[in-house]
């Protein structure tokens, strides 16, 4: 079976303070893929970053990193020095050939960016 | 720039009622699927269509059909509304299939059943 842990239900921080989503991921595949969507107030999903199973370096983009553990079964997300902007719930997704190819998703993190 | 395209947008039914939600592309992708948004659940799958004529049932299908109309459009029927039915409703597609095919999503439905 697969399946994508999100512990953190809320996260609060203040602006300019880095802070980490954490994803731990449960599956028996060899080849996998993981997702990072961010969803803001307006509702809608944007598509942040994708990463196989294969490739475990850390990688970054302006204020967003993501670090890809396969021997912690982690891909966490870091944004550093926050801003109000960042608020958004946060989901972590797995696809995996396990269930059809079909992707799943962690129950999310929401982060709240105080000014 | 439209990509995936839901309408409507807001809706309140009676339980009982039936409505149908739609949903096309302009990707040209082929597989597409129907996700619900619940508090603390995340997204989970009611139906995917792999490819045009092809529908299969996902997490949680019960209370829904579907209808892959062609290529772009797949829509999501509740027969008779239920009060558990009220979330919010997510069309998305992908290329393929495929594992690690990186689905995009339409702007959500929010669906209240009173």
């Known amino acids: 079976a697969q399946k994508v842990t999100q512990a953190q239900t809320e996260i609060s921080v203040v602006e300019k303070e880095d802070v980490t989503l954490d994803c731990v991921y449960e599956t028996r595949d060899t080849t996998y893929y993981l997702f990072w969507y961010k969803q803001p107030p307006s509702g809608e999903l944007v598509f942040l970053i994708r990463r196989n199973s294969f490739d475990e370096q850390n990688e970054i983009s302006g204020r967003y990193s993501w670090n890809f553990q396969k021997s912690t079964s982690s891909f966490n997300f870091t944004i550093t020095a926050s801003q109000v902007v960042d608020s958004a719930v946060y989901f972590c997704a797995l696809s995996g050939s396990t269930g059809g190819f079909k992707t799943i998703f962690g129950a999310g993190t929401r982060l709240f960016v105080k000014a | 720039n439209a990509g995936v395209t839901q309408t409507p947008k807001f809706q309140v039914l009676k339980t009982g009622q039936s409505m149908t939600l739609q949903c096309a592309q302009d990707?040209?992708?082929?597989?597409m699927y129907w996700y619900r948004q619940d508090p603390g659940m995340g997204l989970r799958l009611i139906y995917y269509?792999?490819?045009?004529?092809?529908?299969d049932k996902g997490e949680v299908p019960n209370g829904y059909n579907v209808s892959r109309l062609n290529k772009r459009e797949f829509s999501l029927r509740l027969e008779s509304a239920a009060p558990s039915q009220t979330s919010v409703y997510f069309c998305?597609?992908?290329?393929?299939?495929?594992?690690?095919?990186?689905?995009?999503f339409g702007e959500g439905s929010w669906l209240t059943v009173v």
């Open positions: 998305a597609s992908s290329d393929q299939q495929l594992v690690g095919n990186t689905i995009y």
């Open positions: 269509s792999a490819s045009e004529g092809t529908t």
């Open positions: 990707m040209n992708h082929n597989s």
